[in-house]
C-alpha cells in the first residue's frame, strides 16, 4: 500500500529528502502503530527495519544487567530509529523503546542501505543526522552525570516535545524515572517544583507545558546545545517552532494528491 505523501512529510528527516527520492521512498515506506513500551530493537540486533517515527517517540536506552536502563537519546519526528541500519556495524549498541505512544513509517534496511549507497545526498542527510544524535547522545551523558534531576527533567520534557510537536506529554512519572535512572519520587518532586512556578500542568499521566521558554531557561544548557546542534547539521529539518520550514517543493506534492 503506498502511503500519501502528507504522512510522510510528517517526519522531518523524510521531509527532507530530495524530490527523486522522495517519490522513490513513498511505495517502499510501510505505516506502523507504535504502542507505548513496544521494543522495536534489542542490544546485539540487527535491525530488519528503520523507523521513522510521525507521531510518536522513542528513546534509545542502555540496559544493565540488573535490569536497570539509562535513556541516552530521543527520537520522534526528528528522525530515524535504527541508524545501525546504514552505519555498516550491523548490530545495534543500544535498545529502542517506544515512549510515547503514535504512528510511524518504516523501511527495510535492505532498502534503506540501498539508497544510502546510491544516492550522495542520501548519504549526506543521514550522515548529518547521524552526528546529530551522537551530538545528543554525548550531551546527556554529560548531562546525566553533572547536572541535577529538576535540570534533567526540564531538559527532558523540552527534547521530547520539540520530536512530538506538541505542549503535552503522554507519560507517567514512573516510566519518566525509568528513563532517567532515577527514583520515582524525585520526579514527582522536580515536577511539583516546576508546577509550583507555573511552568507545567501535571495530572495523571500527563504534563502540560504552560510556560515553554520559562522551562528552558530553567533546563540546564544541555537542551540549548543539542538543539543548536541538529539546526547547524540539519537546516532542512524541522525540530520545534523556531526551525525552518518545509523545503516548498513537498508542499506541491501533496497538493498534487489531494
Not at 507517567?172 to 514527582?188: C, N, P
Not at 525552518?244 to 494528491?257: E, F, I, Y
Request: hydrophobic share 45%.
Amino acid at each position: 500500500m503506498t502511503i500519501d505523501a502528507s504522512t510522510a512529510l510528517m517526519n522531518h528527516l523524510l521531509a527532507a529528502l530530495p524530490d527523486d527520492e522522495f517519490q522513490r521512498w513513498l511505495p517502499l515506506l510501510e505505516p506502523v502503530e507504535l504502542t507505548q513500551n513496544r521494543v522495536l530493537y534489542e542490544v546485539g540486533q540487527t535491525p530488519s527495519y528503520a523507523y521513522f517515527p510521525t507521531t510518536a517517540m522513542v528513546a534509545l536506552v542502555i540496559p544493565l544487567e540488573n535490569c536497570a536502563s539509562t535513556e541516552v537519546a530521543l527520537v520522534g519526528n526528528d528522525g530515524v530509529v535504527g541508524v545501525s541500519v546504514f552505519m555498516g556495524g550491523g548490530c545495534a549498541p543500544d535498545c529502542a523503546v517506544v515512549l510515547s505512544a503514535g504512528l510511524g513509517l518504516r523501511l527495510s534496511a535492505a532498502a534503506l542501505n540501498e539508497a544510502f549507497n546510491r544516492n550522495r545526498k542520501v548519504t549526506r542527510e543521514m550522515l548529518g543526522y547521524t552526528q546529530a544524535l551522537i551530538a545528543q547522545m554525548s550531551q546527556t551523558i554529560v548531562c546525566n552525570r553533572h547536572h541535577s534531576l529538576f535540570e534533567r527533567l526540564c531538559r527532558f520534557i523540552l527534547l521530547s516535545l520539540d520530536r512530538l510537536q506538541s505542549n503535552e506529554l503522554v507519560m507517567t512519572q514512573e516510566l519518566i524515572a525509568q528513563i532517567l535512572g532515577v527514583r520515582r519520587k524525585g520526579v514527582t518532586n522536580a515536577a511539583l517544583k516546576l508546577q509550583a512556578a507555573g511552568l507545567i500542568r501535571y495530572f495523571r499521566g500527563r504534563i502540560k507545558v504552560i510556560d515553554r521558554p520559562g522551562l528552558a531557561r530553567q533546563s540546564c544548557e544541555c537542551y540549548a546545545v543539542v538543539r543548536n546542534e541538529y539546526e547547524r547539521l540539519m537546516p532542512d529539518l524541522m525540530l520545534g517552532s523556531s526551525a525552518v520550514n518545509r523545503r516548498p517543493r513537498h508542499a506541491c506534492l501533496v497538493s498534487a494528491q489531494c
